[in-house]
C-alpha cells in the first residue's frame, strides 16, 4: 500500500485535476465501499447518480460533474484510470528473496538478479530465468526451459522440457505448459502415440489462468503471441498459434493446429474444431462452436456459428419448434380440407 | 474400519431394528457385493427384488420385508442412512502428525492442535490454521490465509493471499482458490491488467473439486456459502456470490459478478453469463446456459434457458427441422398451385 | 538423438527402401521443415505436390513416386510410421536416477529397479512403484497406491488412496487421479457426504491429459480399461468404466455410473449424463451430449444426440427458423385469405 496526490495520479492516468492537486489518496474502493481518504471511479454514466452519496475524498470521471462536493480527476478512459490507479496504490512486488531454502535448482540452470524461488520449486538442467521473475512455491521447471524477465509464476505451476517464456508473463496457479499434444496414430484397433517433440513459446506479456494446458507441438512450436490473456481452464491443442492481444474466456478449447488471429474475443466455453483459421478481430460469443475457417471482423456465435445477431433472431424460436410443428401439421391438414372441398363442388 | 451392532446403527440414523440389535457389523457394501457380516441398503424399491439373493447380514430398508431371512434396519431415509452408516464404519480421521519433515511453516505462522501439515506443503506468513485441519503433501498456503477447524486440503491444492476457508471445508486435490480473476482494462488494441486485489471466503461445510477454480474478487469478496457443493475442473468467476447448499456439477461455468441463490443445482457443463441474478431453489440441467436473471423457484435447461419440459419438447423437434422445412416449401407450392387453379377456373 | 540407416527404418515400420538402405538419417521432420539429413512422411496424397520441393533426404510413402530424387520407404501404412520412426529417432527415455534427494518416500514403500523419484515427490506408506517407472517433481502417491512398470508420471499429478495403475500408463502434469467421487445424500435442505471409499484402477497402456480428473468409486472400482486414451481437462465421474482403446478428447465429461465400451472416440466438450451404457465403437461429435444408452457402431452428435448427418442437415436449419416462422404465418394468412375468398363466392 502506498498514498499519492490527486495531482500525481492525474499525471499517471494522462488526466487533469478539479479540487486540491495535493490532496492525498490512499486507496482505491468502488462507489458502494469507498470512505474518506479514498479514490473511486465512475466508467459508466448510470452510475453518475451514486456520487450524491459518495464517502470518497476523490473520483476519477469522463466529464466534469458540477457541483460536486469532491475532488475529481477528470481523463479520457476512467476504466483504464481505474486500473493504472489500483496498481499505483495497492500492488507491489514482492521484495527478491533469491534462491530460498526448500527451493532445488539445477546447477546448470542460469539464475538473473532479483529473482526469487521459493521453496517446493524444482528448476531443471539448463532453465533460464530472466531477472526480477518470481516461482511460488512448488513451480517445476523441466530441462531446457527459459522465462524472461519480470515474470510471475504461481504455486504449482508446471512448464515441461524446452518451452520459452517470454517477460512479464504471468501464469496463475496450476496451470500447464507444454505437456503432450493429443497425438495418435492408429495401429489396428489400438493406438500408437506419436511423440511431441515441439515446444510451446509464450510471448511477451502473455497472462495464462489457473489450470489452462497448453499442449506442446507434435513438432515445431505451439504459439501464443504477445499480450494474449487466456483464463481459467482453457484447452490450446498442439501446434495453434494464438495471435497478439487475444482474449479467451475460462473453459474456452482450441483443437490442434488452429490458427487465431490477434484482438479476437472467445467467451466461455467456445471452442474451435482443428486445422482452422479464425480471422483477426473475430469474437465468438459463449459457447460458440467454430466448424470452418472464420473471416476476419464478425461477431459469431452458435454451433455452428452464425453471425451473433442472426443467432440471436434463431434461439428465440427454438422454444416455439413444437409450436410451428404444429401449425405445418394444422396447415397441411387445412389445405388437404380445401382441395378436397374444392374437388367436391 | 470399525465394527458396530445394528442397536448402535439404527440410534445413528434414526431408525428400529428388525432382528438382533445386537448383531455385529463390520462393513457397508452394495446389494451386489455384500457378504456376511455385511450390511447393505435398499434406497429404492426397485431394487427390493435383489433382496432375495443377497448375501448380507443386515440391510437398510425405509419399510419392513416381510420374510426376510436377514436383520433390518428400518428408517425414514435409507440413502441419507447409506452415508451415515458408510461413514461410521469405513471412515477414520488419520491421527494428527504435527508439523511433518519436509514441510515449510512460516515462522509467523499460526498453528491450531492436532493439525496434520504433511511433507512438501508451504505455509506463508502470517497463515492461521485451525485445530484438526490436514493438509496433504504440496498445498500452498500464501500469506495471510485462514483456514478454519477439522478442514481437509488436499495433495497440491493452492490457496492465494488472504484468502480464508470455513470449518470443515474439504477440497479435492489441485483446486485452486484465490488465483486472479479475469479483468482488463483495454488500453488501445492492447489490454492493461486490472490488479485483483480482493479475496475468496469458503464459509462453513463447502466442499471444492479437483482442479476447480475460485477466483479472487476485484474488489471486495468472491463468496462460497455454508454448505455449497462444487464439483471438479468447475469455474467461478471474480466476486461471485453462491448461495448455501447449492451444488454444481463437473464443468459448469459461473462467469464473473453473478449472485447464484440458495439450494440451487446445476448440471454438468452449465454456465452463465456475468453480471446475472439467479433465485433460489433453480435448477439449470446440464449444459444450460444462463444469460439473463433467472426468478427463484425453477428448472431450466438449453442455451438460452427455457422451462425444463419446453426444452425438451424443443429438442425433440431438432431433428425435424429439414422435413419441417421441406413440409413449409410443400405447402407454398401447393397453395400457389391452387390459388393458380382457382384463377383459372 | 540417434541416427539410424534407412534399412533399419524400414525394417522398423514393415516397410521397403528405394534408394540406399545404408543412408543414414538423423531427425524427423515435417515435409515444410525437413533439411538435409533428415527423414520426412507424406501421409496424405494432397501433399505429394510438395515433394518436388521438399529438402530432406528420404521420405516416407504409402506407394512408391516415380523421378523422386530422394530416397523413399515405403510401407502401408505412413502415418503409424511416422510415429515409430519419430519415436525410435527422438524419444530418449532418461537414465534412471533412483530416489533423488528432496523427495520423500515412506519406508514401507516398495521401488521397482530403475525408478526414479524426483525431488519435491511425496510417496506414501505402503505404495508400490515397478521398475524403469519415472517420477517427476511434485508427485504425489497416498498410502496404498500401486503404479505398474514403465510408466511416466509427470510433474504435480496426485494420486489418492489405494488407486492401481498399471504398466505404461503415461500421465500428463497435475491429473487428478481417485479425488472423491460427487456424492451428497440430501439431509433436509443441506446434504450429507456420501464417503467414497472405492478406488480408480487405470489399466495398461492409458494415457491420461493434464488437469484431468477421475473420481475414485463410491463403493468399488472406476475403471479405464487397456489403451484408453484421455485428453486435457476431462471429467470421468465415479463408478465409470472407459473401454479399451477408447479415446476422449479435452474438456470432456463423463457422468457417474456411465460405462463405455471399447473403441469409442469423444469429440471436444462431449458429454454424457450418468447411469448410461455407450456401445463399442460409439463415434460421439463435439460437444454432443449423450442422454440415453447408446447402441454400437454409432456416430453421433447433437444434444440430445442423433445420427451424425442428421445432426448435421438439422443445424444448417437453425438459422432459417426465423424465416420458416414468418413462412408458417405467411401461409396461414394466405390460407386464410383464401377460404374466406372461397366462402364469399
Not at 67 to 86: D, E, H, S, T
Not at 249 to 275: E, K, L
Request: glycine content about 12%.
Amino acid at each position: 500500500m502506498a498514498t499519492a496526490t490527486l495531482g500525481e495520479l492525474a499525471t499517471l492516468v494522462g488526466g487533469r485535476v478539479i479540487g486540491d492537486p495535493d490532496l492525498q489518496v490512499r486507496r482505491l474502493a468502488s462507489l458502494d465501499e469507498a470512505a474518506e481518504g479514498d479514490i473511486t471511479f465512475v466508467s459508466h454514466k448510470r452510475y453518475l447518480a451514486k456520487l450524491s452519496q459518495v464517502r470518497a475524498s476523490a473520483v476519477i470521471l469522463s466529464h466534469p460533474v458540477e457541483g460536486l462536493a469532491i475532488a475529481q480527476v477528470i481523463c479520457a478512459n476512467p476504466y483504464l484510470a481505474f486500473a493504472k490507479v489500483l496498481t499505483h496504490l495497492q500492488v507491489r512486488r514482492p521484495e527478491p528473496q533469491g534462491i530460498m531454502a526448500g527451493a532445488r535448482v539445477a546447477a546448470s540452470a542460469v539464475i538473473g538478479e532479483g529473482v526469487t524461488v521459493h521453496p517446493g520449486c524444482v528448476v531443471g538442467e539448463r532453465v533460464s530465468i530472466g531477472r526480477g521473475t518470481i516461482l511460488y512455491p512448488g513451480v517445476v521447471l523441466y530441462e531446457g526451459v527459459t522465462v524472461g524477465e519480470d515474470c510471475t509464476l504461481h504455486a504449482n505451476v508446471v512448464v515441461r522440457e524446452d518451452c520459452r517464456i517470454g517477460n512479464r508473463v504471468i501464469i496463475q496457479p496450476s496451470a500447464i505448459i507444454g505437456s503432450d499434444g493429443f497425438g495418435y496414430a492408429p495401429d489396428g484397433s489400438s493406438y500408437f502415440k506419436i511423440p511431441q517433440v515441439g515446444i510451446v513459446v509464450l510471448e511477451d506479456d502473455v497472462e495464462i489462468g489457473s489450470a489452462t494446458c497448453v499442449d506442446r507441438a507434435a513438432l515445431g512450436v505451439t504459439r501464443i503471441k504477445r499480450g494474449a490473456k487466456i483464463d481459467n481452464l482453457v484447452q490450446i491443442g498442439h501446434n495453434c498459434v494464438i495471435g497478439e492481444d487475444t482474449v479467451m474466456v475460462s473453459q474456452v478449447g482450441i483443437s490442434g493446429s488452429t490458427t487465431v488471429g490477434r484482438h479476437c474475443t472467445f467467451g466461455g466455453q467456445s471452442a474451435t474444431a482443428g486445422h482452422l483459421k479464425v480471422g483477426d478481430n473475430v469474437t465468438i460469443g459463449g459457447r460458440g462452436g467454430v466448424t470452418r475457417d472464420v473471416e476476419p471482423n464478425q461477431v459469431l456465435s452458435g454451433l455452428p456459428v452464425m453471425p451473433h445477431k442472426e443467432w440471436l433472431k434463431a434461439q428465440m424460436c427454438v422454444p416455439k419448434l413444437p409450436e410451428m410443428r404444429k401449425e405445418i401439421t394444422s396447415l397441411r391438414q387445412k389445405l388437404e380440407d380445401l382441395e378436397k372441398s374444392l374437388k367436391e363442388r
